[in-house]
């Protein structure tokens, strides 16, 4: 049995290690605050995260707290004309198998939280602010603020945008001032006036600026989240500003538009930063994952859903011996790239489109019009539909990967005039939906990855490692009693 730490306990930390946990491996959550929370308030989980949360067996929770999408509205937040809707209903469901939600941050977090406080397998040390990390023979040694250290056979990046493994690892600097605004406010529903009630995710978009909102927590609040490119000097994140210095950032918008941030209170600001695509987020056996890894503007609705997906495809990949970690990090980057990198660009790509103003935003309106259902569903089948979230390798792994020339897959065995599949195996157990019963049942499968030639398959056990000689014996509770009060290492 291994061990694996992660840095961060956000919803990319937290989802890694249900990941991780399920492959069998123990798992060390070192998170930099007293207690874990999570801050903010509406997410958008379009079929992609539904489905990655349904691979670490939370949809159907997820799904009781979340609010169904009728709709995705874009209007001109000038003239307040609707200038077209993507609808969410059958139709959409069914070609993308799966609903688009909104929930309350929170809410989503503390299923996670729960799903992590359960597991036998999961620890989670509060106030454990990991620094940096140096590699050993076999292993990775996390060191902490405190001076303390703790040693793991892996280390999984997964503390934000402001990472301090990224900082190890990448060294890039501070983020990048996207010269951005956001404002954020939640309403309780009985004060919206009821024609301003919508069971979707309603877009104001005007010049320079551009208006979002949608019903969170079952409905109860409706989440207002304006943004303004206002050019501020330095960054900041939730800081208490006025009333007034919101609606005069948004004065030009039309009647409609006005009469809901009317309604906010409480608003907070945080400047919008991100970071450049890199190519690498991995040293030997730590990865990035995340915020860490790919930090991009929440224009694409997609920053969680991204963290989700980078998740599940670790846990696929790290179902496999310690020794192999190095390796399987490196295909992990290579896989997860260019999938996060081209969201990314969709992200930045998308103020031009809000923030457009007078002729352009009349040619951005007549060509958005004009597109009928089906061409929006087109147009986002790439990042809603697909449930395979790692596509072909885009950099080259620094570590080759032990089953590189096997004939052996976690989908089967292969015909000898076949050539092993680039797409990172896959545990029998894990298998996502839809995919053809043949696959499961054509071959003789490891939950160890793909087996050399000369190997033989292995019993369906979690792997052994050097530390721990008695693995595949059922592990007792980890640190009974408080699963989150520091404790020496």
């Known amino acids: 049995m291994s061990t694996i730490a992660v840095a961060g306990g956000g919803i990319g930390g937290l989802a890694s290690a249900l990941a991780l946990a399920a492959r069998g491996h123990d798992v060390v959550v070192c998170e930099r605050s007293?207690?874990?929370?999570?801050?903010?308030?509406?997410?958008?989980?379009?079929?992609?995260?539904?489905?990655?949360?349904?691979?670490?067996?939370?949809?159907?929770?997820?799904?009781?707290?979340?609010?169904?999408?009728?709709?995705?509205?874009?209007?001109?937040?000038?003239?307040?004309?609707?200038?077209?809707?993507?609808?969410?209903?059958r139709r959409y469901r069914d070609r993308f198998r799966n609903a688009y939600v909104v929930v309350h941050r929170g809410e989503l977090y503390r299923l996670l939280l729960d799903a992590c406080r359960s597991h036998a397998r999961i620890e989670l040390r509060a106030s454990h602010a990991v620094v940096g990390y140096t590699h050993e023979a076999?292993?990775?040694?996390?060191?902490?603020?405190?001076?303390?250290?703790?040693?793991?056979?892996?280390?999984?990046?997964?503390?934000?945008?402001?990472?301090?493994?990224?900082?190890?690892?990448?060294?890039?600097?501070?983020?990048?001032?996207?010269?951005?605004?956001?404002?954020?406010s939640i309403v309780p529903m009985e004060r919206v006036p009821s024609e301003l009630r919508h069971t979707s995710v309603t877009w104001w978009a005007g010049p320079g600026r551009h208006f979002v909102h949608y019903p969170i927590a079952g409905g109860r609040y409706l989440n207002l989240a304006p943004s303004a490119e206002n050019a501020p000097a330095e960054t900041f994140s939730g800081v208490s500003v006025p009333a007034s210095e919101v609606l005069g950032e948004f004065g030009a918008l039309c009647e409609s538009a006005r009469r809901?941030?009317?309604?906010?209170?409480?608003?907070?600001?945080?400047?919008?930063?991100?970071?450049?695509?890199?190519?690498?987020?991995?040293?030997?056996?730590?990865?990035?994952?995340?915020?860490?890894?790919?930090?991009?503007?929440?224009?694409?609705?997609?920053?969680?859903?991204?963290?989700?997906?980078?998740?599940?495809?670790?846990?696929?990949?790290?179902?496999?011996?310690?020794?192999?970690?190095?390796?399987?990090?490196?295909?992990?980057?290579?896989?997860?790239?260019?999938?996060?990198?081209?969201?990314?660009?969709?992200?930045?790509?998308?103020?031009?489109?809000?923030?457009?103003?007078?002729?352009?935003?009349?040619?951005?309106?007549?060509?958005?019009?004009?597109?009928?259902?089906?061409?929006?569903?087109?147009?986002?089948?790439?990042?809603?539909?697909?449930?395979?979230?790692?596509?072909?390798?885009?950099?080259?792994?620094?570590?080759?990967?032990?089953?590189?020339?096997?004939?052996?897959?976690?989908?089967?065995?292969?015909?000898?005039?076949?050539?092993?599949?680039?797409?990172?195996?896959?545990?029998?157990?894990?298998?996502?939906?839809?995919?053809?019963a043949s696959a499961r049942s054509a071959g003789t499968y490891t939950l160890g990855g793909w087996l050399e030639p000369a190997e033989d398959p292995q019993p369906a056990t979690p792997p052994r490692s050097r530390r721990n000689p008695a693995a595949g014996s059922p592990a007792p509770p980890r640190n009974a009693g408080t699963k989150e009060s520091p404790k020496p290492l």
């Not at 992609?48 to 209007?75: K, Q, S, T, W």
């Not at 280390?155 to 690892?169: C, E, M, N, P, W």
């Not at 570590?399 to 896959?426: C, I």
């Open 34 to 89: 007293p207690e874990f929370t999570e801050l903010g308030a509406g997410i958008q989980l379009a079929p992609n995260g539904m489905h990655a949360l349904d691979r670490l067996g939370l949809a159907e929770a997820v799904g009781r707290i979340a609010v169904p999408v009728g709709e995705l509205r874009f209007m001109d937040g000038v003239t307040g004309e609707h200038v077209v809707a993507m609808p969410l209903d």
């Open 138 to 184: 076999d292993a990775v040694r996390v060191s902490l603020a405190d001076g303390a250290s703790l040693g793991a056979d892996a280390l999984i990046g997964a503390d934000g945008l402001h990472s301090a493994v990224r900082a190890q690892l990448v060294g890039d600097g501070a983020p990048r001032n996207a010269g951005i605004t956001v404002y954020r």
């Open 260 to 436: 809901l941030l009317e309604l906010g209170a409480d608003w907070k600001a945080w400047v919008l930063v991100d970071r450049e695509p890199v190519d690498g987020w991995t040293d030997g056996r730590v990865a990035l994952l995340g915020d860490a890894a790919h930090p991009m503007l929440h224009y694409a609705a997609q920053g969680a859903c991204m963290a989700l997906e980078d998740a599940v495809v670790l846990g696929d990949l790290l179902d496999c011996p310690p020794g192999w970690f190095a390796a399987r990090l490196g295909r992990y980057n290579a896989v997860r790239r260019e999938r996060t990198a081209r969201v990314h660009r969709l992200a930045r790509d998308s103020i031009a489109l809000w923030h457009a103003a007078d002729a352009a935003a009349e040619a951005r309106n007549k060509a958005l019009s004009a597109m009928s259902s089906s061409d929006l569903y087109d147009f986002v089948a790439w990042l809603h539909g697909t449930r395979e979230f790692a596509g072909p390798p885009s950099v080259t792994p620094a570590v080759p990967d032990p089953a590189e020339n096997s004939v052996y897959t976690l989908g089967g065995r292969l015909d000898p005039t076949e050539t092993p599949s680039r797409t990172p195996p896959r545990s029998p157990r894990h298998v996502a939906a839809g995919s053809p």
